[in-house]
């Protein structure tokens, strides 16, 4: 994923709560993105489904939760489901 576009995405993310409106804050989102997305399109499709799941902005600890997991149980190797663990804000 390329830099620019993944600041791009990041800024998509401003609406949301909890949004880190610091410079170096911002920056830990962007390369957290950077290292998760495989290509542009899934750094988008990552923020996409944040956008439409989430109230509030993922940390850069809640992207790198993001985890491959085979579908292997149904048979399916060649592709990949991205979960994440995110449980929301600690209470």
Not at 13 to 24: C, K, N, T, V, Y
Not at 53 to 73: F, G, L, V
Not at 77 to 82: E, K
């Amino acid at each position: 994923m390329k830099r620019f576009f993944a600041l791009e995405q990041v800024q998509r993310l401003s609406g949301l709560r909890q949004f880190p409106f610091e410079r170096a804050a911002q920056n830990e989102i962007v390369i957290a993105l950077m290292e998760v997305a495989e290509s542009n399109e899934h750094g988008e499709s990552i923020v996409t489904d944040w956008i439409r799941n989430h109230d509030e902005c993922p940390t850069p600890a809640a992207i790198y939760r993001m985890k491959r997991k085979k579908a292997s149980s149904a048979g399916v190797d060649s592709h990949a489901l991205w979960i994440c663990d995110y449980k929301g804000p600690k209470q």
